[in-house]
């Protein structure tokens, strides 16, 4: 049975994120004193997380799987949310109830819109590292080494073969000869000529 997305638990979150229910009340936190409202509905004794604030979290979990933290996470920019849009005050925030200029409901930004730009930003963030590369560069630095008579290292001969050693004093591939003439360093130095 698939989860719906409007009905996720803690535990569910756990799941979806693959770390521990204290990483995820991290988060949680996080994302609250970056002025998001991640307060869950309490259902059938369970707290349960809307699609909305699931979108906000798997931003953030993108954000933090690229190398992140959660403070240099984006916060909401938008006017602080009603917790009920209403003008009736004894059913807004704190946040709101001292502020009369923020209980216009239609200058309020939607926390919905928010974590739809998060979400797309997240998109656009993995469709560019989906660009395939360009299959013949490694091709084009090696005819660059062999015209400007170049000695590479071995680990850096090694990435642009794809290869994760080099063995012998002499080999070939792609059509250029490879051959060890010293020292670069630490490493060994290769010469790259044309077959």
């Avoid at 009905?7 to 995820?24: C, F, P, Q």
């Avoid at 009340?25 to 997380?49: T, V």
């Avoid at 998060?118 to 360009?134: E, N, Y």
């Avoid at 490694?138 to 850096?156: I, P, Y």
């Amino acid at each position: 049975m698939a989860v719906e997305l409007d009905s996720l638990t803690i535990k569910d979150l756990e799941a979806r994120y693959g770390v521990a229910r204290s990483n995820i009340y991290n988060r949680i936190n996080g994302l609250k004193e970056k002025g998001y409202r991640m307060e869950p509905e309490k259902q059938g004794g369970k707290s349960i997380f809307n699609a909305d604030q699931v979108a906000v979290m798997d931003a953030l979990d993108s954000h933090i799987k690229a190398g992140n933290e959660i403070a240099t996470f984006p916060g909401n920019q938008g006017t602080p949310t009603l917790s009920y849009v209403s003008q009736d005050k004894s059913q807004l925030s704190y946040r709101t109830q001292d502020r009369p200029d923020l209980i216009n409901p239609a200058a309020v930004r939607s926390d919905s819109a928010t974590a739809l730009a998060l979400v797309v930003d997240a998109i656009a963030g993995k469709l560019q590292d989906l660009k395939p590369a360009d299959p013949l560069a490694n091709l084009r630095s090696l005819e660059e080494a062999c015209d400007r008579g170049w000695l590479l290292s071995t680990s850096q001969l090694a990435s642009l073969l794809g290869v994760k050693s080099l063995n012998g004093k002499e080999f070939s591939r792609y059509g250029f000869r490879f051959t060890r003439v010293g020292r670069n360093g630490a490493e060994s130095a290769w010469r790259v000529g044309k077959e």
